[in-house]
Nanobody
Framework: QAHVEESGGGSVQAGGSLRLSCAAS????????MGWFRQAPGKEREFVAV?????????YYADSVKGRFTISRDNAKNTVYLQMNSLKPEDTAVYYC????????????????WGQGTQVTVSS
């Protein structure tokens, strides 16, 4: 059974950058698709990005973050990263790391393990 924990959130000005980290344990890290989701107050949790290993490294991004965010993973450290550049106030949310066995998904309900979340606040 996997456990995940996010870190790296904070407050930045619009146009700034943050890098989120997600450390995983309790499973075979490379066998999980690792996703990032976010949830703003009063809104549903939404997909941000996911990375998986299935015949190679595969990455997918929400249209709203494509070109600004980059997801990566370091299997030796059992850690996935989300590099967030050119941040906008609309990116303000609690960001969650999640693990899904083997295959990537866009849907929060299909992930097996979740972190506690880390707050990202972007001011205008």
């Amino acid at each position: 059974q996997a456990h995940v924990e996010e870190s790296g959130g904070g407050s930045v000005q619009a146009g700034g950058s943050l890098r989120l980290s997600c450390a995983a344990s309790g499973g075979t890290f490379s066998s999980y698709a690792m996703g990032w989701f976010r949830q703003a107050p009063g809104k549903e949790r939404e997909f941000v990005a996911v990375i998986s290993w299935s015949g190679g490294v595969n990455t997918y991004y929400a249209d709203s973050v494509k070109g600004r965010f980059t997801i990566s993973r370091d299997n030796a450290k059992n850690t996935v990263y989300l590099q967030m550049n050119s941040l906008k106030p609309e990116d303000t949310a609690v960001y969650y790391c999640a693990a899904r066995i083997r295959y990537a998904s866009y849907y929060p309900s299909e992930y097996d393990y979740w972190g506690q979340g880390t707050q990202v606040t972007v001011s205008s």
